[in-house]
């Protein structure tokens, strides 16, 4: 059976080092058999990918996109902290989504992070979820992506 990172390669994706906090906390948290990440902005090398609203300046589909970086980043921060292989089910994402006053579509723009841990985890990859429409995020964000994931013993 692959790997988390081999399903990832696959797809042509790289799990690289986590995002360095932007302020005063800690990328993830283990407690029990759990991890807790903070969110995760769509950023590569440090830099913020995007900026501005979804349904103004970035499209939904690119926001999208942008989504599954952060869950990229958010697989990051969880191998920061444990083995991804002792990742026994993703239990929750939360997506959080700059939005356009008449902007509706969160649920879609979130799809970008839940499709990528559903490939990247499988089975174990299928998860609870939130699509949270915000006014703003930290850096202008568009999107930002935060998750819990269970270890096993």
Do not use: W
């Amino acid at each position: 059976m692959a790997t988390v990172e081999e399903r990832l390669e696959a797809l042509g994706l790289t799990v690289h080092e986590v995002v360095p906090p932007v302020a005063a906390y800690v990328p993830a948290v283990v407690s029990g058999r759990y991890v807790y990440t903070s969110g995760q902005l769509p950023m590569v090398g440090g830099t913020l990918l995007e900026t501005g609203k979804v349904g103004a300046e970035v499209t939904p589909e690119r926001a999208a996109e942008l989504a599954a970086v952060c869950a990229l980043n958010a697989i990051a921060a969880v191998k920061s902290v444990a083995l991804l292989e002792s990742v026994v089910r993703v239990v929750k994402v939360t997506g959080f989504v700059a939005s356009a006053p008449d902007f509706t579509g969160q649920p879609a723009v979130i799809n970008g992070a839940s499709n990528l841990l559903l490939e990247a985890f499988g089975d174990a990859g299928a998860h609870a979820r939130s699509a949270v429409g915000v006014a703003v995020l930290p850096l202008d964000a568009p999107v930002e992506v935060e998750m819990i994931v269970e270890l096993a013993d």
